[in-house]
C-alpha cells in the first residue's frame, strides 16, 4: 500500500556532493518521523540523520556539519544534501518513515529499496 522511491545517487568525486531524494506514496494518512540511514555490506544499518514532522533534525556525528536533512510534507518528501564527500560515506542509503496507512490507526515502519551512494577520485 505504500512505497518510499528514492532517487540521486552516484559516482562523486571526494569532495563533491549529491543530493538524495525519497518519496512516500499510496494509501497514507500521516507521515511522523522520517530519515536516512547506510549500510556498507558486512556491516549493521546505521543511523545518518532523521527528521520530524515539525522539521527537528538530528545527525550521526560522522555526518554531522556537511550533511543536511530536509522534507516537503506537502510531496511526502525527504531529501538528504550530501556536501564535502569522503571516501567512507561510499554505502548504500536508505530512506525510512514512519507511516499511518490509511485506516489502519497505528505507525508502521517503511524502507526504500535503498541507492548507491560512492565516493571515489
Known amino acids: 500500500q505504500v512505497q518510499l522511491v528514492e532517487s540521486g545517487g552516484g559516482l562523486v568525486q571526494p569532495g563533491g556532493s549529491l543530493r538524495l531524494s525519497c518519496a512516500a506514496s499510496?494509501?497514507?494518512?500521516?507521515?511522523?518521523?522520517m530519515g536516512w540511514y547506510r549500510q556498507a555490506p558486512g556491516n549493521q544499518r546505521e543511523l545518518v540523520a532523521t527528521?520530524?514532522?515539525?522539521?527537528?533534525?538530528n545527525y550521526a556525528d560522522s555526518v554531522k556539519g556537511r550533511f543536511t536533512i530536509s522534507r516537503d510534507n506537502d510531496k511526502r518528501t525527504v531529501y538528504l544534501q550530501l556536501n564535502s564527500l569522503k571516501p567512507e560515506d561510499t554505502d548504500v542509503y536508505y530512506c525510512?518513515?514512519?507511516?499511518?496507512?490509511?485506516?489502519?490507526?497505528?505507525?508502521?515502519?517503511?524502507w526504500g529499496q535503498g541507492t548507491q551512494v560512492t565516493v571515489s577520485s
Open positions: 527528521i520530524t514532522s515539525g522539521h527537528i533534525s
Open positions: 499510496g494509501s497514507i494518512l500521516s507521515i511522523n518521523t
Open positions: 525510512n518513515a514512519d507511516i499511518i496507512v490509511l485506516y489502519s490507526g497505528v505507525y508502521r515502519s517503511f
